[in-house]
């Protein structure tokens, strides 16, 4: 079983950046696909992207695509959302989590991830 630890998460201007990280515990972190969510106040938890295992395959929502970027790092058992051009409407809960299956089934949705980290707060002020 993975436990995930977000980290980096802030106040940060519009047009500001901000890099988040998660952490897996585990010797299998790079047999997982991860992804990024979040979460504003009174709304669904939404996608932001998601990398596959080995970080050949990369998959963004269109809200983000071109200003977020992920990376892993397998061997430090990170993976990292590079956050550009940070916009009022990004403010929300960020989460990280953890596919065994390597997207086999999809990778937009909450329940195709099998762990969650607890989440840390990006908020942009305009």
């Known amino acids: 079983q993975a436990q995930l630890v977000e980290s980096g998460g802030g106040l940060v201007q519009a047009g500001g950046s901000l890099t988040l990280s998660c952490t897996a515990s585990?010797?299998?972190?790079?047999?997982?696909?991860m992804g990024w969510f979040r979460q504003a106040p009174g709304k669904e938890r939404e996608f932001v992207g998601a990398?596959?295992?080995?970080?050949?395959?990369?998959y963004y929502a269109d809200s983000v695509k071109g200003r977020f970027t992920i990376s892993r790092r397998n061997a430090e058992n990170t993976v990292y959302l590079r956050m550009n051009s940070l916009k009022p409407e990004d403010t929300a809960v960020y989460y990280c989590?953890?596919?065994?299956?390597?997207?086999?089934?999809?990778?937009?949705?909450?329940?195709?991830?099998?762990?969650w980290g607890q989440g840390t707060q990006v908020t942009v002020s305009s």
């Open positions: 990398v596959t295992w080995s970080g050949r395959r990369l």
């Open positions: 989590a953890a596919d065994k299956t390597n997207l086999r089934y999809g990778s937009t949705h909450p329940s195709f991830y099998d762990y």
């Open positions: 585990g010797r299998t972190f790079s047999e997982y696909a």
